[in-house]
């Protein structure tokens, strides 16, 4: 239940999400899940602020520009990192969104990364990693 990209439900039972997020079903990565954009109602999860959503065809896959020419690569390359920098949150962003030269693809497992990130800070009453005032 839940809409397509306006807020989408999880069951929370026995310490586990008991299936896949609506949005992700119909090819659709959040890119910013966080503490702020994960309510919490009973034992319902819902997932808000899809403001830095991206389709399926829109990932940064890099196989798919290798037969672009390099100004228009770099171009695209540069479009995407500047987007995460603006429009995701440093503390949750996996690696690939954050090293270009990884040369990793910026896809749904950005979510898993997050989503990782997120119970890590329930699970510990804080975060593992730098805040983000500590990367400036």
Request: charged letters at 25%; hydrophobic letters at 35%; aromatic letters at 14%.
């Amino acid at each position: 239940q839940g809409s397509t990209l306006g807020t989408c439900n999880f069951k929370y039972n026995e310490g586990r999400l008991r299936r896949r997020p609506i949005y992700a079903s119909i090819g659709v990565s959040h890119r910013d899940l966080k503490v702020e954009n994960i309510l919490l109602k009973n034992t319902k999860f819902k997932i808000a602020d899809f403001g830095s959503a991206e389709t399926s065809e829109n990932f940064l896959i890099w196989e798919n520009m290798k037969h672009l020419p390099q100004i228009e690569r770099n171009k695209q390359i540069n479009n995407n990192f500047d987007f995460f920098e603006a429009n995701t949150t440093l503390m949750y962003r996996p690696p690939e969104m954050i090293d270009r030269y990884l040369k990793y693809n910026v896809e749904f497992s950005a979510d898993i990364w997050m989503m990782a990130v997120y119970c890590s800070r329930f699970a510990m009453q804080g975060s593992r990693f730098r805040t983000q005032a500590c990367w400036r």
